[in-house]
């Protein structure tokens, strides 16, 4: 019975049905990442990581299913985890469109186009009735990519974590670059505020 497990069970694909995974993989990323920029703050490199997602995750899963071996699928498991654990976790939202693009790419990888386009159609209707209506507001909560900068001497790390914490619900501190010449660093955060007529008094203190 163990042996059953290990047997290849290879799955053989035509050109049309490769070439309609490929399109459908690529406009259905196009969909998550525009679904994703909605009402959202985000990079350019996330952006285009979502909409290649698919296409990655449907090439892995052709792969696997074309040499149809547990040897195989085991070494894709490990290599998923490689990534989860050398990537750093970002928002809820994140997390769910990355959820939502690696499931299109499964779909499509098996042969699934109806059912990946289908749920996709479903998900993007629900996320921007979610996104446009007052579900899940608080108050006059505002989100907010805040920019600081500071002499290249100062210790930064947690700095500014109470303040942030006094006008803020929810921060997440986003990367950390030098500027003029590396004389001084400029950190970026995003933070929903509490009230958006704090807006100035943060920016007062800060």
Known sequence: MLQELFKA?????????????VVA????????????????????????TLATLPLLVQLIIMLVN???????????LGAFSLIRFRSVAGNSR??????????VGLAAGMGYIFYAIFFSVVVTIYLLILNSS????????????????IPEDLDFPGLFDD??????????????????MGSVYELSYYIKLKDVKDEKHLIDEI
Not at 66 to 76: D, H, K
């Open 94 to 103: 994140d997390i769910a469109t990355i959820f939502w693009a690696m499931g």
């Open 163 to 180: 303040l942030l914490k006094k006008y803020g619900y929810d921060f997440s501190y986003d990367s950390v670059k030098t500027t003029t």
């Open 9 to 21: 069970h290879s799955v053989s694909y035509t050109l049309p049905s490769i070439v309609g995974s």
């Open 25 to 48: 993989s690529i406009v259905l990323g196009l969909l998550v990442a525009t679904v994703y920029m909605y009402r959202n703050t985000y990079s350019k490199n996330f952006v285009i």
């Open 134 to 149: 007052s579900f899940g507001n608080r108050g006059h909560t505002a989100e907010r990519e805040l920019k600081i900068t």
């Open 66 to 76: 074309m040499n149809g071996n547990l040897g195989t699928g085991m070494a894709v």
